[in-house]
Structure formats: C-alpha cells, structure tokens
C-alpha cells in the first residue's frame, strides 16, 4: 500500500466496526475515516474535496442512506435517489484518481424477490426485488454495474460485498428506521421496563433470514483489499436459517421479557425464505462465524449501556 485508506460511511453501522479493523491492518495513522458530517457525498464538487484533501490509495465506501422496511416503504425515492448518487460520484471520482483499490457493500435485498435460497451470486440479476425496499435496492445494485464499467473503461479495481441480514452494536434502534433485530431489542427491552404485557409484532413471524454480525463482516474486508482482484459480487453471510419467531423468542428470553407476543398478520412478511449461499467465501477461507445467540448478546449488551433511562433514546 502506498497511501491512504479512505473509510466512507465511517459513522454508520458497518462502518463503526470496520474502521478498527482497518486501523488494526494499515495503522491508524493510514485510515483517513470520514462521515457525512465531513463530506457530503451527494455533492461532486464535496466529493473532489474529499478526494483532494485525502489523495487516498485504497476506498472501502460503506456510505450509504438505509433504514428498515417501515422507512423504505414511506421514503422510496429519497433512498432511490440518495444511494445513486452515493455510489455514482464516488465511483466516479475514484476511478479518475486512479485509486489502486475500491472496496464496495450493497445489501443482500437486492437479489430478485424470487429468488431460490440458498441465493448465490449468479441469481442478482435474474428478477426484481422485493417491493417495498425496490427503490434502495436497485439503487445499491447499480454498484456492481458501477464495478464492472469503470473496470473496463478506467481499469478500477472494485470488488462488491454483499452482506446477509447485518445486526449488531451501533445499529440504527431509531423508532421507524429500524431492521427487524434492533427494532426487537428496542421493543423488548421498553416493554420489559413499562412492565406490558404483550409485545406486537409485525407479520407472521414465519419469514425465515440469515442473520450475521457486522463485525464478522468487517474482519473480512481486508482480504478484499490486499489479495483479491475480482469484481464479485462476494456473499459474506453464515447461510444459516432463523425465523423470525425464532429470532423473537431468542431476543425476548435474553432480554427477561416473559409477556406475550402478538403478531399483527395485516403487516407485510416481505420475502418468506431469504438465506443466502455462503460458498464463495468459504473458499476464500473465510467465514462469520459468530453464534446468533452470541452476537444478540453483544447488541443487547451495547444497547442497555447507550439507552437513556432519561429520554428513551439511545447516545449514538
């Protein structure tokens, strides 16, 4: 490596547990980390900036504007929008700089909604998303597109992430923005306080995902910047199925809640069977292999220590 490790998204979820990682591999004093605090990166002439203040060598761009199936379903053009742009101007710039590497996550919604699991990468393409997240989705999917254009044209060598079902500390508990396990914990843990009696749940709970700890994800990314050429995309997931009653009764046991839980039918499931194939990553010799029940532990952990007693937010 001759220079600089440009972090983006540095604040956000998978960012928090990348940026030690990287720190760790190149030294701290090589990752430049930054956040939209920084540089707004729907903004090209913000975008130059960054690339003229940093001069980095290697991107690893996590930024990305997400939040749970509530907030897609009610902001579907704000995250079309947003992730297009995110991810074109810094594509852009990157390959004009000549960055030797650029490290690049989108989300396993994406995949067509009929889609067979276990999904492997050859299926990305082959059908449309599930609905309700269709306008993040297929924004996030221009990136691989994004990949393999500025690889022919300016020689940039990208290669895309595609993290499972991504749950652990500094995720998004906000009420409305977030994904099934933080908004459970969030749920639980507020109920278990006020003393309720029952918990309501949206959907069946018969889905079925492949949860993984973002900090497994992370400890893999360093592989894909220093000895992996290829465009991908890379599945990095445990291929295991959870239910998400399964993942309910978990949560609420570890948690103490003992109340009932109800689940309201008239709010959507989304996709029934989402596990993705983990194959092409086991041969590259790795893996997440976090326990389910351990990683909880862990986000469960983190939340009671940032959640204010005071206001019922957390301190992120």
Known sequence: MTGKVLLTGATGFLGRHTKPVLEAQYGVQNVVAVSSADFDLMNALDVKRMFDEIHPCIVVHLAAYSGGIGANRTYPADFYFRNTLLTALTFDEAARRKVEKFVYTMGGCSYPATAESPIDEDQLFCGYPQAESAGY??????????????KEQYGLNTTVLIPGNLYGEFDNFRIGESHVVPAMIRRYFEAKRAGKPFVEMWGSGAPTRDFTYAGDVANCIPRFVDDYDQIGPVNLCTAKSTSIMTLSQ??????????EIRWDSSKPDGQLVK??????????????????????????????????LHTGELRL
């Open 137 to 150: 989705s297929t924004a996030k999917m221009m990136g691989l597109v994004a990949a393999r254009s500025y």
């Open 275 to 308: 596990i993705f194939s983990n194959q092409r990553m086991l041969n590259l010799g790795l893996s997440c292999a976090t326990p389910l029940e351990e990683g909880l532990e862990r986000t469960i952990d983190w939340m009671e220590r940032e959640y204010d």
């Open 250 to 259: 978990t949560i609420a046991r570890l948690i103490g809640f003992d109340g």
